[in-house]
């Protein structure tokens, strides 16, 4: 059997939901090719040879220039803060090898396209982490959205909301300040919403309105020296036009109390609609507004075997899937896009397409209007 030799940057959480798919997504799917976890890279050397050890690489190094020209590996997978996408792409473009990174893709436009203008002269395939348009339940909706069954669009409401921030005394890291993040949550959390909108609906978002805030405006130093600015969004909310007529708005934090995991989504049609809820992700709402009186409500469907991807995980519904099982898909994509030269998505043109939405958005904020993308 073919393989694919990964060299993944980064030992964090993320890192480790890499790890976790690499190594299983063979187990779980019929692939071209079998990715090998060949070379793990941490700034910490002691860290990365231990976790190298735990998650199945066979090599560590602290140094990831040296992974990304090292010439047993094939992918190189970035983890990194997204200060440092950029110049581990295109390193790692410039030696020839296909790149999966997290999102967002970049901290401004100007550096997503400058990577994607790379990858494409190179002809190496990219992927970025969007992974959550991956889950079986969000792959239905999609389906239904196209069927036409709810009719024509007319809305999109989307929010991705969690409270990992909330505390105030929590110290500041690469998030919270401007040169190693971009924005904050918007970045963060609501690049997510924002792509899903354009996924979910077949659309292009062409204007936006938006509105962020800062909510905790200072925060104590990881180093103890006091309190500093917090340099980027604790919250944002847009309006949206699309390319069809089709209108939205989407809200995203990372203050929101009691949200861990609160990416959803309405889809309004002319026939009926959709909601879904990422914490309750095995689960779909359906409104036919062609029932019969008497009969109209939503009716929560079930992700099975029946829905895309989900007969992999398990044979019977309501067993769920879980988020690891989301990235399995994302690699199982990787390697067949790799192997059979096919199109992925999203690849670095299209999270290109995230990091200007980002910037709209921003750019409405700052002026109070509405901005053409």
Not at 246 to 262: D, F, H, P, Q, W
Request: glycine share 10%; net charge negative.
């Amino acid at each position: 059997m073919k393989t694919l030799n990964i060299g993944l940057i980064g030992t964090g959480f993320m890192g480790k939901a890499h790890a976790i798919a690499f190594n299983a997504a063979s187990s779980v799917f019929e692939l071209p090719a079998k990715p090998v976890c060949e070379l793990l890279a941490d700034v910490d050397l002691a860290t990365a040879e231990s976790r190298a050890r735990a998650w199945g690489f066979a090599r560590a190094t602290d140094d990831w220039r040296a992974l990304v020209e090292d010439s047993e590996v094939d992918v190189v997978d970035i983890c990194a803060p997204n200060f440092l996408h950029k110049e581990m792409a295109l390193a790692a473009i410039a030696a020839g090898k296909h790149v999966y990174a997290e999102k967002p893709l970049a901290l401004s436009t100007a550096d997503a396209n400058e990577m994607v203008a790379a990858a494409e002269k190179a002809g190496v395939k990219t992927l970025v982490g969007f992974n959550y348009i991956r889950n079986s339940a969000t792959q239905l909706a999609r389906q239904i959205v196209a069927s036409g069954e709810i009719g024509e669009l007319i809305h999109f409401r989307g929010r991705h909301n969690e409270d990992y921030l909330l505390d105030p005394e929590k110290p500041h890291d690469w998030h919270t300040k401007r040169a190693t993040a971009g924005a904050g949550a918007l970045g963060d959390v609501g690049s997510h919403i924002l792509n899903m909108a354009e996924f979910l609906t077949g659309q292009r978002i062409i204007q936006v309105c938006g509105q962020l805030q800062t909510v905790i405006a200072t925060r104590p130093n990881a180093n103890g020296s006091g309190m500093a600015p917090v340099e980027n969004d604790d919250q944002a909310q847009a309006m949206l036009r699309f390319d069809q007529g089709l209108i939205g708005n989407i809200e995203t934090s990372r203050v929101a109390a009691g949200r861990k995991m609160g990416l959803a989504y309405t889809l309004t049609g002319t026939k009926g609609a959709i909601v879904f809820d990422q914490e309750r992700m095995s689960e779909l709402q359906l409104y036919r507004h062609g029932d019969a009186h008497g009969r109209r409500g939503f009716t929560t469907l079930l992700a099975g075997p029946e829905h895309p991807d989900y007969a992999a995980f398990s044979p019977a519904p309501g067993h769920g899937l879980g988020y690891n099982d989301q990235k399995i898909i994302e690699v199982r994509d990787l390697v067949e896009g790799i192997i059979n030269d096919r199109p992925l998505y999203p690849d670095f043109r299209e999270a290109a397409r995230v990091n200007r939405l980002i910037d709209a958005i921003e750019r409405s904020d700052q002026s109070g209007q509405w901005v053409h993308v």
